[in-house]
T-cell receptor, first 112, second 115 residues
Framework: AQSVTQPDIHITVSEGASLELRCNYSYGATPYLFWYVQSPGQGLQLLLKYFSGDTLVQGIKGFEAEFKRSQSSFNLRKPSVHWSDAAEYFCAVGQAGNMLTFGGGTRLMVKP | DTGVSQNPRHKITKRGQNVTFRCDPISEHNRLYWYRQTLGQGPEFLTYFQNEAQLEKSRLLSDRFSAERPKGSFSTLEIQRTEQGDSAMYLC?????????????FGSGTRLTVV
């Protein structure tokens, strides 16, 4: 069965600092991988997705993620964090047309 | 295109009562998904529809839960004889055909509190 682990429950970074959120997945075939962001009381917004091809994918709001098959990882990065990035971030793996399996999430706090 | 709309936004109910939530997907999207998110956790898949057909159901969807999507448009999720463990955010999402299976758009969710 597929699963997703986000090892960091909370992360605090200073505004302007770089960010990396970790995601490890377990999936038998080539995975479809996603990062979503959720602000308090809101639904989830897709930041980026990986299906195939270039292992470095660019997303919205200046985020990028790198797929590393050998490490079963899909870490999310941003070079300079803004206060508005404070939110909860979810990594997910899925199959085409079917459900997504989400990790437990990482809550990001941004210090001024 | 107003996105995925969910109603109500919040629902407080007494244990044992029945509740029903509604989801209106983006009009041209043929796939509709329901997820449940408990506090501090990631969303968990409940069920999904392609047009009016319910194609997959999670084992989380006990016999107290039922979902419908008449005419392939809006969907309802009903919980009968609610329990305190049903307290959660219920999220609906829709996706377009040919979007590689994805391109989910999520609604803002319905937060259920069972007292």
């Amino acid at each position: 069965a597929q699963s997703v682990t986000q090892p960091d429950i909370h992360i605090t970074v200073s505004e302007g600092a770089s960010l990396e959120l970790r995601c490890n997945y377990s999936y038998g075939a080539t995975p479809y991988l996603f990062w979503y962001v959720q602000s308090p009381g809101q639904g989830l917004q897709l930041l980026l997705k990986y299906f195939s091809g270039d292992t470095l994918v660019q997303g919205i709001k200046g985020f990028e993620a790198e797929f590393k098959r050998s490490q079963s990882s899909f870490n999310l990065r941003k070079p300079s964090v803004h206060w508005s990035d404070a939110a909860e971030y979810f990594c997910a793996v899925g199959q085409a047309g079917n459900m997504l399996t989400f990790g437990g999430g990482t809550r990001l706090m941004v210090k001024p | 295109d107003t996105g995925v709309s969910q109603n109500p936004r919040h629902k407080i109910t007494k244990r044992g009562q029945n509740v029903t939530f509604r989801c209106d997907p983006i009009s041209e999207h043929n796939r509709l998904y329901w997820y449940r998110q408990t506090l501090g956790q990631g969303p968990e898949f409940l069920t999904y529809f392609q047009n009016e057909a319910q194609l997959e159901k999670s084992r989380l969807l006990s016999d107290r839960f039922s979902a419908e999507r008449p005419k392939g448009s809006f969907s309802t999720l009903e919980i009968q004889r609610t329990e305190q463990g049903d307290s959660a955010m219920y999220l609906c999402a829709s996706s377009a055909p040919g979007a590689g299976g994805y391109g989910y758009t999520f609604g803002s969710g319905t937060r259920l509190t069972v007292v």
